[in-house]
């Protein structure tokens, strides 16, 4: 025996190692093996036991796990100095068993107002890719917005959801009208379009130009399905956005660029909606992590709220279940905030819920 005696929780800890290691040889364990490629390879790691994660961030940690470094980075992170900034007030003794998120956007009825917003070339992150996202989000009940640089044919993902997705294009990209015309025919209800998605030389988004707004009027003109206009930033845009045709908006920020800078989609969000004035639903995307996140967007008069990077963590870990666990979390964390404030429906949620702090 070593002259150094283990102490109990040393002990304890290796048999800890040891359960974890039989645990890693299950579907789960094994995923965090081989995944990535090129000099940045992941080293070998286990990961931890899906139904032990209590949050979405943990879903990150368990990403890094299974990723190389460069694919890893593009779905690291979060700007939460918005978030951090607006608390959420709380209402005692009100009953809240008859909770009931349900929403209604343009013609279909949602269990809750989670979407999963659209990310190109999911392949990246997991061998199934979008088709896994799919498959997850449908088991979560929640809709999938499915980008035009899927790396699964649209056809295949729209046959693996109950749920008809929406499908978006770039209004810098020349052949978005065809590629949205082909969506709908192969049975996408909603299209969604994003501007300002150049970069400047500066590294930051670009300026919506009108050449955007053409791309908007015409696919409004072409598409027969209701439209929404991502990438708003102000509440100009947003109202030039609704003359173009545009049925929805989404407020939020083109997460190709660098603009670390850009005040949140969070913050803005309030400006935006009472611009909008209730003509069209206001969408929301940008760092969202929490269920206090979603209900803060909701509070602030958001329809609902679109999800990506967290999704992209399940995708990483644990494919479809990873996706649906990620969603069932945020679920289910709406519900409880919702709870605590006194609320159990989406349509008596206002501006009393929350309290936005100068700092902080």
Known sequence: MSARQFTRREALGRVGAAVAGQR??????????????????PALARLSPRGDLVSTLEFEDEARKTLAASAFKEIAGSHRAGFDRITLRPRMCVPVLD???SQSLFGETHFAPIAV???ENQRRFHPDAELATVKGATAARAAVVVSSGSSVALAELVAATKTPPWYQVFASDPA????LRLAVDAGCRVGCVTVGASTSAAGGPAAVTAADWTVVGALVRSANVPVVVKGITTPAAATTAIARGAQGVIVSTYTGSTAASAESPILTLPAIVDAVGGKVPVLVDGSFRRGSDILKALAFGARAVLVGRPVMWGLAAYGADGVQSVIEMLQTELARYMGMCGKTRLAVLDRTVVQVHRHA
Do not use: F, T, V, W
Request: net charge positive.
């Open 117 to 119: 917003a659209p990310i």
């Open 24 to 41: 890693g040889a299950s579907s789960e364990g094994q995923a965090a093996r081989g995944r990535g490629a090129g000099s940045d390879q």
């Open 176 to 179: 978005a009208s065809a590629k």
């Open 99 to 101: 909770m009931n998120l």
